[in-house]
């Protein structure tokens, strides 16, 4: 049972990781909460599906289509409705949460409720410590700590990820250093909504247009629990409520409709001890 505990943890905390940390990214930077950000994680979905299985086109043709078009869409939903109210999180939250409504009754009425799910971009599979572990698990894997590691550098070594650091430390101060603060913000956005188009490449859960709801939730907990803002923090706490959602799932088979509130259990008690979350900023320079 351990072995098949670790492996779920893994994929499961990899595709939350991913969702977290573009959540996350976008709050360090723009200080924005985007509560349609799962939305474009199943717009995603539908558009790899449809491409890939409807039109024929094969995994390949439908991931180079669908991962760009879903950015594109998050940039010009950034760029014509969130940045003009910026500076208002009430204005944010009820335009995101209307976005992703909207893109839920499109997909509604464009695709009906019928459930859908994506088949493995490799099929088969190997056994490790007597489990059977499918080579779309190991890729998912691949993925995300290719993924993780390149965003890791990208905001380390180059000079938009030094840019996009210090418009999360003082946007006012890297405007003076002439840092492009609007461009820097429309890129972050980029990068949050591309995290969610990837992590769409990697679910294995089936999904329909109300799906957004759920992953939302859980990330939410994910970006408070880690602290808001912190990339690293995001990460972490990923895999810790994704280890206890596969423990309800394994130990607890018949309350596994419960998964969440367990999720959500664990948050609480963590931010009890510390309210700041696990990497809590507590120096601005500490952001990302």
Do not use: C
């Amino acid at each position: 049972m351990i072995p098949a505990i670790i492996i779920r943890t893994l994929t499961t905390g990899g595709v939350y990781a991913l969702l977290a940390a573009g959540m996350s990214l976008m709050f360090g930077v723009a200080h924005i909460v985007n509560l349609a950000h799962t939305a474009f994680y199943v717009v995603a979905a539908y558009g790899l599906w449809y491409f890939g299985q409807k039109l024929g086109l094969g995994p390949i043709a439908s991931i180079a289509i669908t991962v760009p078009a879903v950015t594109i869409l998050g940039l010009l939903s950034y760029r014509f409705l969130l940045n003009r109210v910026r500076q208002h999180p009430q204005a944010i939250l009820l335009i995101t949460i209307a976005l992703a409504i909207v893109f839920q009754e499109i997909l509604l009425v464009r695709f009906s409720s019928d459930l859908h799910i994506l088949p493995p971009l490799i099929a088969g599979g190997t056994t490790i410590s007597g489990v059977l572990v499918t080579y779309q698990q190991l890729l998912i894997l691949g993925i995300v700590v290719v993924i993780m590691v390149t965003l890791w550098l990208f905001l380390s070594k180059t000079k938009m990820g030094t840019a996009i650091r210090a418009t999360a430390n003082d946007a006012e101060v890297a405007s003076l250093m002439g840092i492009s603060v609007p461009r820097t913000l429309l890129i972050t956005m980029g990068i949050g909504t591309l995290l969610a188009a990837v992590a769409a490449t990697t679910t294995t859960k089936t999904f329909f247009p109300f799906a957004w709801t759920s992953p939302l939730t859980m990330v939410l907990a994910i970006v408070v629990l880690g602290g808001l803002g912190s990339l690293k923090g995001s990460t972490i706490g990923a895999f810790i409520l994704a280890l206890v959602e596969t423990l309800v799932v394994f130990l607890l088979p018949e309350q596994n409709y419960m998964k969440l509130a367990f999720a959500l259990l664990a948050m609480v008690v963590v931010l009890s001890v510390r309210p700041g979350g696990l990497f809590g900023i507590v120096f601005e320079e500490e952001r990302l």
